[in-house]
């Protein structure tokens, strides 16, 4: 059974950065699918950023984009999420996910994962 364990989490100033990492154990993440996404109290779960299975394409919320960097290491079985130029409004819990079936396409949709990570808060302060 997979397990997906993010890191990197924390608290920052606005302008900051952190990178954030998922490791899986129990299965290799390689020709899967990642995303992440983010939620905050009272607030559905958000898409932040997906990564095809080969690493060559990538998807970004219009929030985010220019300013994380969704990027995958098979032989470590890890996906990272560089974020920069950071902002209270990406105040949230952040998730990694994977998608296990087949396709070579990057995915939105929460319901379209099949197992997460604990989550991992990452606070921007003003």
């Known amino acids: 059974q997979v397990q997906l364990v993010e890191s990197g989490g924390g608290l920052v100033q606005a302008g900051g950065s952190l990178s954030l990492t998922c490791a899986a154990s129990?299965?290799?993440?390689?020709?899967?699918?990642m995303g992440w996404f983010r939620q905050t109290p009272g607030k559905a779960r958000e898409f932040v950023a997906a990564?095809?299975?080969?690493?060559?394409?990538?998807l970004y919320a219009d929030s985010v984009k220019g300013r994380f960097t969704v990027s995958r290491d098979d032989a470590k079985n890890t996906v990272s999420l560089q974020m920069s130029s950071l902002k209270p409004e990406d105040t949230a819990v952040y998730y990694c996910?994977?998608?296990w079936g087949t396709g070579g396409y990057y995915y939105k949709g929460g319901y379209e994962y099949d197992d997460w990570g604990q989550g991992m808060q990452v606070t921007v302060s003003a």
């Open positions: 990564i095809t299975w080969s690493g060559e394409g990538t």
């Open positions: 996910a994977v998608r």
């Open positions: 129990g299965h290799p993440l390689g020709h899967y699918a």
